[in-house]
């Protein structure tokens, strides 16, 4: 029986503890969220309803349902599987509320018992326990993960996003191979104490220490607290303790949501710092977040697996792999409206012209994965053997990430095998299109992150060990 979210650690050395030995009989069960005409995945997704009901305005488009569209719609593009329909459940946070992903977990795996859970992204870490190791179900998580998490939830979590493990030996490598940071700086580290930040960050500072740099400080900002004012206050006040430690660069590894406070305080005291954004928070440097970023990142580079349709030289728009393409036009099809690059959700107004949102590559990359290995596990499906398949998979397509190509190992739970350096540009509604089509560089009238080429190279492989 499932059970009511809790410390997941302690519930990992326990369930280790009582584990059944090897060779012991185990009675045969009811797989969760499978009948005979149907598969049951539950996508966890913001709820946008409860915010436009609290009064907080947005896009037409931007619609709870519209969110689950997007998962149940590449489901029904694909078919049905061995017979059974694939079905999407909703479970929902709200995200100007912290204290409701417990809740959501609950619903994700209390309220429905799925076969598997997915997320886009959003979804903060620090629940991603609740669901994997406290209920015992699979998540397909499109977002980062970390050492300690991989370990506790076993096989029932897989990724897009980087282990922060690897993104800070990653990080480090480029940073030292390219020249991207003075060997000579002083660094400082602006994390998190949300599990999944605290460990990129303590892994970066010993990767900077072990590729000879000098970390002269780390400072952690409270984000798990529900209050984003404080939040900021604490990143603005992180200012000053970073200068009093003569930090000329910073490593800024926090959402965008928690680091207001640190730019505008850095610009106002007039700091000089070099920023460099390390990819280790929900959608920091994907296209959607980059619609959500303050003019005052403009310029700032960002080492992140992600991608979107600006080209190196800003001037055109990256073309659709064919994967990328098969993405757009089944999005097109079930969402009944033509797509164009580089436009965040909910759709952008500008000069009395409609730009139309984007496919969403992570939902797209997730199911392209997902329901294959659902299918090839056979009539008799099980988690064990979709996982199995999934980490079969050594080389498949992405979308909008990892120079189009990702790939699992028994050892690499995780899908990204490559990372690129992107700066942001800002563009908005009253930002003029150039001759080449674009705003600014950027696919479309609002902000964009540009990728920068590196010795002439603009992908990397990830370090792992």
Known sequence: MRKACAGWAVVAVLAMAFAIPSGAAVSS????????????????????????????????????DNLLLRWQGYADAYGKINGRRVVIEPAVWNPIDATTFDEACTQATLDNEPFVVVNGNGYRQSAVGCITVDNDTPFFFGESIYPELTEASGNNLVSLGLSADVNAATTAAIAKQAELIDPAAKIAILSSNEPGIKAAGDALEAELTSSDFDVV??????TLQA??????????????TLRAAGADTVMLLIPFTASVGFYEEAARSNAGFDVFIVDAASSLCTQFGASRTPAAVAGVPCITTWDGRAVPTADGVEEDSEF?????????????????????AGDIEAGGVTY?????PAECTIMSLLLPAIEKAGKNVTWDKVYKNLLKVKKGTAAYMSNGEGGFGKTKPFYANQVHVVTLKIANKDTPQDANGTFNGCPAPVNCWVPTLVDGEEWFPVVTK
């Open 29 to 64: 069960k009811k797989v969760p969220g499978v009948t005979d005409k149907q598969i049951t995945i539950v996508a966890l997704v913001a709820d946008l309803d409860g915010l436009r009901s609290q009064g907080i305005a947005l896009p037409e488009k931007l619609t709870t």
């Open 356 to 360: 139309t949102e984007d496919f969403p």
């Open 227 to 240: 209050d984003s004012t404080a939040i900021n206050r604490e990143s603005a006040a992180a200012v000053e």
């Open 324 to 344: 990328e393409a098969e993405c757009r036009e089944q999005f097109d099809e079930f969402s009944e409206q033509q797509s164009q690059p580089g436009v965040p």
């Open 217 to 222: 400080e780390v400072v952690e900002v409270n």
